[in-house]
């Protein structure tokens, strides 16, 4: 999904937009977004009993931007929820992650953090076992003010590159738990300037992350640069016997990290 | 028929911006030192970027000007508004962060050939923000935008070296810091009068911005509790020789606040969501501008918190 191809192009069609219609495009881009990322598969929308969006009304931090996306029917193994896919129309690079759901997820509930530095809705599209699309989506105000989507610190960001954590309270078998995974990373979207050398710094971001119980995969992530400084990751699982919670953590220079915790 | 045409033309100008050259006022806050104070308010158009302090230092050889204003027009009034006190050249333009309403103004003084002035980090902070800054600021500023550049400083300062630039029997120091405000703020002491220019290390009456390190400007705002100084002129809100203390009482406490209770959320597995809309709302009614920018200080502290 994270074709180059088709993100330069597309990055080339959001910044021609952005020239034409200043900070916030008029056109929408979803139709032609859709065709790009789902050919002509049907998509159906306001899936609401089925998917919950929850976003800011407002960016607050146009670099920290939490999105929730909850199911609002079990999965199981005959009929689930085979990926989420999150669009942001008005990013540079619109289609910011795709998680891949494991059946055995229950409920699904997980979080993330994007940059959204314009108007835009969000999107998130599920795609369920039988290959069937259904979308539900919000609307994200731009912040105001001196808020940019770079970050705040980098070199502190740079210091602790690849440290990881993985956060939840005592888990009892057999019930829901949360879990967080945090990856220190900075997450360059290759769209800052060096003015220096008159070129553009190089996008170095996570591109996956994947989280297993006991060695068996839960949820794995593909993401791009919509996706925060620090990617962070939070999920509900329910541990069926006692066990290790593991993240394995690969970004776009090949470089790998890893973290697990014992519950 | 020529002035008759000047004057309907002045008049025109006048109205097509909220204030014209000849209302921005400058006020002297200690011998030979001028800002003029920036409203509290967004930027807009009609208040053309003019929402934090700029001002300048006149010395017996030349002038330095302590940023530059919140768009290349304000730039111009702040250059107008020099050149009617001296006409001594403009030989440094000092720029204590990086944000629009401290920066925009730079393009304005160009023809005077000043030496620009910042942090070390000042280059990289306005690399990693131009492109975003100038898409979003040429809609938030309208006519007031155009002719505004991103000057990056021609000379650094850096950490725990601070620098002294001499205006002609006038000295200066500059002092660069550790990741506060921003992880570029840079402020301005003259010697003489012991006046102190904090940029926007320290807001009075406006909601602080955290666009740095939560910890970090709290220890800055610790250090700056002991400053001997006379004068003090805060990025935003009145310069004055009594009243910053209580100011940066005030935003040490906010900041303290806000880490605690961002902290036992964090330790509670608590979320984003859940501490912008817990944290700190008590404090609503002590700060302009708070429904834009408090919840962003919590967002902004809760994911370096989350690092401890």
């Known amino acids: 999904m994270f074709n180059r191809i088709l993100t330069l192009l597309l990055v080339s069609l959001a910044f021609f937009n952005v020239s034409a219609h200043a900070a916030t495009p008029s056109e929408p881009l979803w139709p032609t977004l859709k065709i790009a990322y789902f050919g002509d598969k049907e998509i159906r929308e306001a899936a609401n009993e089925l998917l919950v969006i929850e976003a800011p009304k407002r960016a607050e931090d146009a670099a920290i931007v939490p999105i929730t996306v909850k199911s609002l029917v079990a999965q199981t193994a005959d009929k689930y929820i085979k990926n989420i896919h999150i669009v942001v129309d008005n990013n540079p690079e619109p289609y910011s992650a795709n998680f891949h759901l494991s059946p055995e997820l229950g409920l699904i509930d997980i979080s993330t953090r994007m940059r959204v530095d314009q108007y835009t809705f969000v999107r998130a599209i599920a795609e369920m076992n039988d290959g069937s699309l259904h979308m539900v989506s919000r609307f994200v105000k731009a912040s105001g003010g001196c808020s940019a989507p770079a970050g705040k610190d980098a070199a502190a960001a740079l210091a602790r590159l690849g440290k990881m954590q993985i956060r939840m309270r005592k888990p009892t078998v057999g019930k829901p738990v949360q879990a967080q995974v945090i990856v220190s990373h900075p997450n360059y979207n290759g769209l800052q300037f060096d003015q220096k050398s008159r070129l553009y710094i190089d996008a170095h971001y996570v591109k996956n992350i994947a989280i297993a119980y006991n060695d068996k995969p839960l949820l794995s992530v593909d993401t791009g640069i919509s996706v925060s400084e620090d990617p962070s990751i939070r999920f509900t699982f329910t541990p069926t016997e006692a066990g290790a919670l593991s993240a394995n953590v690969t970004d776009s220079e090949g470089q790998k990290f890893a973290h697990s915790k014992e519950i | ?308």
């Open chain 2, 1 to 308: 028929m020529n002035k008759l045409f000047h004057f309907s033309f002045s008049i025109l100008l006048t109205i097509s911006t909220a204030f014209a050259c000849d209302d921005y006022a400058v006020k002297e806050v200690s011998s030979g030192i001028y800002y003029h104070q920036g409203v509290h308010e967004e930027p807009s158009e009609s208040n053309i970027g003019a929402i934090a302090n700029v001002g300048f230092i006149i010395g017996e050889r030349c002038v330095a000007v302590i940023d530059s204003g919140g768009s290349y027009l304000e730039g111009t009034y702040l250059r107008q508004a020099i050149k009617n006190k001296t006409d001594l050249p403009i030989c440094y333009v000092i720029n204590t962060h990086v944000h629009p309403d401290h920066l925009f103004g730079n393009a304005a003084f160009k023809d005077d050939s000043p030496i620009f002035i910042g942090h070390k980090k000042l280059p990289a902070a306005i690399a990693a923000r131009e492109g975003f800054f100038a898409k979003t600021f040429k809609e938030t500023l309208g006519k007031a935008y155009t002719g505004t550049e991103f000057i990056s400083p021609s000379q650094t300062v850096s950490i725990n070296k601070p620098i002294s630039i001499d205006l002609g029997n006038r000295e200066l120091t500059l002092t660069a810091y550790s990741t506060s405000h921003t992880d570029h703020d840079l402020t301005v002491l003259d010697n003489k009068t012991k006046t102190l220019w904090t940029g926007d290390l320290l807001f009075m009456g406006r909601i602080p911005v955290m666009d740095g390190s939560i910890n970090g400007w709290i220890k800055t705002m610790t250090q700056m509790q002991t400053m001997d100084i006379n004068f003090l002129i805060p990025g935003h809100g009145e310069a004055s020789s009594d009243k910053w203390q209580h100011g940066l009482k005030k935003q040490l406490d906010y900041f303290t606040l806000l880490r605690d209770e961002i902290r036992i959320i964090i330790e509670d597995l608590g979320t984003i969501d859940q501490a912008s809309k817990q944290v700190g709302i008590l404090e609503q009614n002590s700060w302009e501008l708070f429904e834009h920018y408090h919840r962003r200080n919590v967002t902004a502290s809760f994911v370096e918190l989350e690092w401890e």
